[in-house]
Structure formats: structure tokens, C-alpha cells
């Protein structure tokens, strides 16, 4: 998951250096910035995926995304640091722009790499067969690209000898010194000055860190969208305005594991709508349409369809969707999901964002004191425009230390005084 940003000169955001959890709770006044800070982890994933003329492009040119100067043009930078229980990964890219359009200036990836499975051939002492063991390895890998578009790659191993004991992971990551084998080392040119190497995988070796950047979806869902009969559709993960909803229930029923996902949302779903047994999807002229079944207290069954249910219901459907559909993206934003949705139903979502958080990361803006109350002082960012710059910091110790005394809630400091770092 993802355990630092650091953000220079994208939209609002002038310098931003934050540590975020499984659960980041973006909160703020409107125009404050709170949407910059999910676009710009959805920009790395952009530019890696589709290349920065597309990211560009999809948010109106660099102009509309780089802050504003009154003079020379700022260079953006972002800067992204991962951890996990055997991995260790860093990415960083910054772009100036070049004669009406951009260049990469520098581009950084580094990763470390545990395999406990490693199969090696060893032979045996008195010239018989040779056998093979299982062995620890530590991989380490660096690339380093410059403004001119040289890329140096070094790479780095170590393969633990039997009864030797476990090194300590960040060790290996912090010091390549540790590793007792010279580094392999190539030198590559980058063939087009305005991409980024990993979005033209140079490396392949770096495969594992381009992964984790670009699986991250974000959701703004609209009960209107999910009211129109749908399109079947085979991609992989919910959209995020919720218009393949029905594909996805239907292709997560022909699996266990999305047949758990679904009596998961459909269990949710009971706390807004008591009589509902389950939910299936109709295919009507082509078309995809939700169904609900409820079993009325007299026994009887019937079907209500999404025209038929309220906007909130509807939202909390989608909300839920995003949640647990099956795949699941390792990293899931949510905008305001309070909106539309009965401050009392709003226990549903948070108790649902941190069951899935427990394997996937998640961040979400809210102005809702009410679904903020749910969640722990540390996992809330404060997010406030200063100057016409974005700025963000944790929850004031003030603040906090009126929560821990039960005082007040979060929620009734943000309602009474708005949070403040």
C-alpha cells in the first residue's frame, strides 16, 4: 500500500509531504483541494497506463494541471513510497514543459523484493546428482532516468545461505551495501523525451511497482446512471460512475469468492431494506437491468426494480459495489459518499470501509460529520485552501485531545469549528 505522498505543483497543491494508512479521510471546505489530492494519485496511474499526452489530455491540457505561475512554469513532481510485508517500492517522476507541450525531467523507480520460495541447484559434496533447495532471496532495483533521457538500471541480489538468519527487510531497502554479489548494471536511452519509462516498460523488472501504481480506482456514483438498463461490459473493475453494475454482479456470481462479495452487499443492503432476500440481474433486449427480491412479512415475494428505489438506496448500492466486487482493486477512492445517502445509513458504509480496508487501501473526501464519527482521529487529513494553495496536515493536537477526553465528537468539531491542522 501506499505510505507517503509527496505532491509539488499539481493543480491547488504547491508542496504537500503526507504519510497516509489504510484508511485517508480527506476533510474540508469546498474548493479546498480535497479532489486534487485523489486526482493526483489517479495521474500517476494515468500516466503510467496511458501515457502523459492522454493524462494530459483528459484534464483539459498541462495548463489546467500545473499550478499557475506568474512567471517561469513550475515543475510538477510526485513522488510515491509503498510498503509492504516483502516489498518496499518508490516512484518518482517530474515534468517541465518545453516549447508549448513537456519533457520529463527526471524520473526515479526503486524496489525491493523478498522471495522466501527461491529455488537454487546446489551440488552435492561427493559428486553425486545435484539437488535443488529453497532459499531466501533479496532483490534490490534502481533506475534512474535524467532530464536527457539517460536511464541507468542497477540491480542488486543476495541469496541467504541455509541456517543463515532472516535479514531485516529495510535494511536491504535503505543499505544495497548489504547485498554480497556485485550489481548487475545497463544503460538504456529513453526514446521519447514526453513519456514516462514505465508507462514504455523499459524495465520490465519493475513490473511489480507499476502494478501496485496503477490499480486504483476512484467513485463518484450516480442513482441515475445506475437507473438506465446497461450495456453488458467485460471490464475488469466497476467504472466509476457505477454504469456497469449489472456486468459486474453477473460476473461476480460465477465465482466463491464474488458470491461471498455479493452476500456481503446484500447483507448491507438489509440494513437500508429489511424484506430484501437478494438481488439478481434481468437481461431485458440486450440489456442489463438490477432486480431486488423482498419477502414481505406475510410471506409473500416480489421484485422491485431500480426505478423503484430512492436515490440514496441506490448510491449505497453502488458504494457497496465498489467495495467488495470482485476483483478488487488494491486501492479504492471514494468522493463524498455521504451525499444522497440518510446520515443514520451512513454506519453501513463506514463499517464497510474498514472491513475492506483490512486488504485494500482506501482514501475518501467527506464534508459529513456524521460518517466521520466512525472513523479514528489519525486516519483524518485536514485539507484547507491558504493563499490559493492547498494545504494538508493532520487533525490538530488540540482537537485531538478534546476527542480523547470526550469532549466532543470529530464530527461535532467539524460542524461547530471546521477541522484544522
Known sequence: MITKLIIHHFKSIESIDIDVSNVTIFVGNNAGGKSNLIDAIRFVRDSITNGLDRAFGDRHGIESVRQWSPTRPFRMAFTICLEER???????????????????AREEADLYERDNDYVVEELDE??????????????????????????????WDRIEEEG???????????????????????????????????????????????????????????????????????ETFLVPEGRNLASVFKRMRRSSQGVAGINQITEAMQSIMPNLERISVLTVGGYLVPQFHVVEPSGRRHVFNVSQLSDGTLR??????????????????????????????L??????????????????????????????????????????????????????????????TLGELLAAEGLHG
Not at 485536514?382 to 476527542?403: D, F, H, M, Y
Open 86 to 104: 516483502q516489498f518496499r517500492g518508490r516512484y518518482h517522476f517530474a515534468v517541465d514543459s518545453a516549447s508549448g507541450g513537456w519533457r520529463v
Open 126 to 155: 561427493e559428486g553425486g546428482e545435484p539437488r535443488f533447495v529453497e532459499r531466501i532471496r533479496h532483490v534490490r532495483k534502481n533506475m534512474i532516468r535524467d532530464a536527457k533521457g539517460n536511464c541507468e538500471y542497477t540491480e
Open 164 to 234: 543463515e538468519d532472516n535479514l531485516d527487510i529495510d535494511s536491504f531497502y535503505q543499505h544495497p551495501g548489504l547485498f554480497d554479489r556485485a550489481p548487475e548494471k545497463r544503460s538504456v536511452r529513453a526514446p521519447q523525451p514526453d513519456e514516462l519509462g514505465l508507462n514504455m516498460r523499459l524495465f520490465w523488472e519493475f513490473g511489480a511497482l507499476r502494478s501496485r501504481l496503477t490499480n486504483f480506482q476512484v467513485y463518484s456514483i450516480f442513482p441515475n446512471t445506475l437507473r438506465i438498463p446497461q450495456d453488458p461490459s467485460n
Open 316 to 345: 449505497v448500492l453502488g458504494l457497496l459495489t465498489a467495495l467488495y466486487q470482485v476483483p478488487k482493486p488494491t486501492m479504492i477512492g471514494l468522493e463524498e459518499p455521504e451525499q444522497t445517502v440518510n446520515p443514520g445509513i
Open 347 to 408: 454506519t453501513v458504509l463506514a463499517d464497510s470501509v474498514k472491513e475492506v480496508a483490512r486488504r485494500t487501501q482506501i482514501f475518501i473526501t467527506t464534508h459529513s460529520p456524521n460518517f466521520l464519527d466512525h472513523f479514528d482521529p489519525s486516519s483524518v487529513k485536514t485539507v484547507e485552501l491558504i493563499g490559493g494553495r492547498t494545504r494538508v496536515e493532520n487533525v490538530s493536537p488540540r482537537q485531538i485531545e478534546a476527542v480523547k477526553e470526550r469532549l466532543f
